[in-house]
């Protein structure tokens, strides 16, 4: 088993560091009554962004009650006695897709809840610190001790180890010291925090209700699910306090241009979602129209997407080219996202278990198959096979994204090259790969283009480093990882030797 340099003493290794990659939604409340009803509801409208476990802490006065649990939500909170329990005004909450490495480990179920000086804190968080283990080495050699893997209890003993008179103050220090991207929300006795991290790699928003309550969520579907209103957003390098006075937004470091996540486009958020006023749908949709122009296909007879994330770029795909749009294949709703299985077996079951082919549809058809993007391969090889089973003529796919050759150390649980299939192959190997008569993938600038964040707001652009290897920040502990792992067609392209766009 390889290990990585300088931090192989606490057992770190290539799955290790898997466990402080945290994908999920966050929500938080201030001062509501019914603050345990609209977390709830706060994290079924996050649903779509983990499903293996979820969590409720409430605040009543100075009294901290929380309940966690594996699964989806509806099942975890399966009574409503449970939600009854978590009395209190203020809340947090999240729903949470656990990495391979941490499945079976309950302890880092969020929120965490720690108890020190007769005070209480609640913490969540989502994405990945990119020094998470080198500061976690540092703290237990100053005499730390961690039960959990998760990145919030670094910054919970960062907090605790500030010499600043108020928390506040300490909780500003301690965020300073963070790389890499993630989105904490804290309670405490005294307010309700946010803090989104220097590059603003995926958005957290401020609502309100009509009774002045203020929400904290990673998505702004949350909003009209629970009846709030949009209030602004908490931008890179920001965090957020929400009181009885009010909510006040901090800048605690010098302003750096946004690098926006574009999975949170691509995939992870829900359509009707805006991320810093350009919604999700309509940017899809615009993917899915510059991909029709850039990769036309001839002859074909229909355009069908993979549900769900891939049906908006698929609608843009067809109109572009004015073809049929059709619903081909058909998701069995209440499976969850494939890629969240735990191991790889389980993930090509899920697949299967997942989509069916509308055979009338598609038998003796040239079809167009449009896919938001190609992680490991398993899901669009699967589709091949499955609409040529049902009798097409022609299968072309078409990805509404650029090829991701690059892990991710933000947060997206794509941190290893391995795992990235088209980190070996190039656009026509894969082709042959996946049986299909012809793939195209939209091109960088395509999808820049059908965000359009540069015009729209100035400053703000996309992270590209999944396609180009370039990364917007220092990767940290992953140096030695990303060095060692680089593959052949990868070093190509950081010498600007290879593209097949
Ligand atoms: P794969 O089957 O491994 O190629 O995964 C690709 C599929 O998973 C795509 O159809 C996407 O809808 C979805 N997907 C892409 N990126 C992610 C991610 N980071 N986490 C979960 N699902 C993803």
Redesign the pocket.
């Known amino acids: 088993m390889r290990t990585i340099e300088g931090i192989s003493s606490i057992g770190a290794n290539f799955r290790g560091i898997d466990s402080v990659v945290e ?1 999920g939604g966050l929500f938080g409340i201030w001062n509501h009554p019914l603050a345990n009803k609209i977390t709830y509801f706060g994290l079924h409208a996050l649903q779509h962004r983990g499903q293996t476990s979820a969590g409720i802490v409430t605040k009543d006065e100075n009294t901290f009650t929380s309940f966690r649990g594996r699964g989806l939500i509806s099942h975890i909170f399966d009574t409503e006695d449970k939600l009854e329990k978590l009395v209190g005004n203020s809340a947090i909450g999240q729903v949470r897709s656990a990495t391979v490495s941490d499945q079976a480990d309950d302890s880092n179920i969020q929120p965490l809840l720690f108890h020190f000086n007769n005070q209480s804190i609640a913490i969540t968080h989502n994405g990945n610190l990119t020094e998470a283990l080198s500061l976690r080495q540092q703290l237990e050699d100053e005499g730390a001790v961690f039960s959990t893997n998760s990145a919030a209890e670094i910054l919970i003993h960062l907090i605790r180890r500030s010499k600043k008179n108020n928390f506040t103050d300490a909780f500003q220090s301690s965020i300073e010291q963070l790389n890499g991207g993630f989105n904490f929300c804290l309670l405490t006795d005294d307010a309700l925090y946010g803090a989104v991290d220097k590059h603003g790699f995926r958005p957290l928003v401020i609502g309100q209700f009509s009774n002045g309550a203020y929400i904290l969520a990673s998505e702004t579907c949350v909003l009209s699910s629970v009846g709030a209103k949009y209030v602004t957003e908490v931008q890179a390098g920001q965090y957020v306090v929400i009181n009885d006075e009010g909510y006040h937004i901090t800048n605690y470091t010098n302003s750096q241009k946004a690098t926006l996540e574009p ?1 949170e486009f691509i ?1 992870f958020s829900r359509p009707d979602s805006d991320i810093s006023g350009i919604n999700v749908h309509t940017a899809r949709k615009e993917m899915g129209r510059r991909l029709a122009k850039e990769r036309p296909t001839h002859g074909a007879d229909l355009v069908i997407g ?1 549900p769900n ?2 049906l908006s770029s698929a609608s843009g795909y067809a109109e572009e080219h004015s073809l049929p749009y059709e619903i081909g294949l058909i998701k069995h709703q209440y499976i969850g ?4 299985q735990p191991n790889q077996e389980l993930r090509e079951q899920g ?1 299967r278990y997942k989509l069916s082919v509308v055979e009338s549809l598609i038998r003796n058809k040239s079809i167009v198959l449009v ?10 090889r699967h589709l091949v096979e499955l609409l040529k089973g049902a009798g097409a003529k022609e299968v072309h796919l078409r990805i509404a994204s650029p090829p991701i050759r690059f892990p991710n150390y933000y947060g ?3 941190t290893h090259t391995e795992e990235l ?1 088209a980190a070996n192959y190039t656009i026509k190997e894969l082709n042959e790969l996946f049986g299909s008569d012809s793939l195209g993938y939209l091109s960088v600038k395509g999808l820049v283009d059908s965000i359009n964040f540069d015009k729209n707001i100035p400053d703000q652009g996309v992270s590209l480093d999944a396609y180009t290897g370039q990364y917007p920040s220092d990767i940290g502990d992953y140096q030695n990882e990303f060095q060692e792992s680089l593959t052949p067609l990868q070093k190509k392209i950081i010498k600007g030797e290879f593209s097949d766009e």
């Open positions: 994908s999975m995939y993979v994330s891939s996202r494939t890629f969240i697949v896919d938001d993007s190609i992680v490991r391969g398993t899901t669009v997206i649980n794509t299939i």
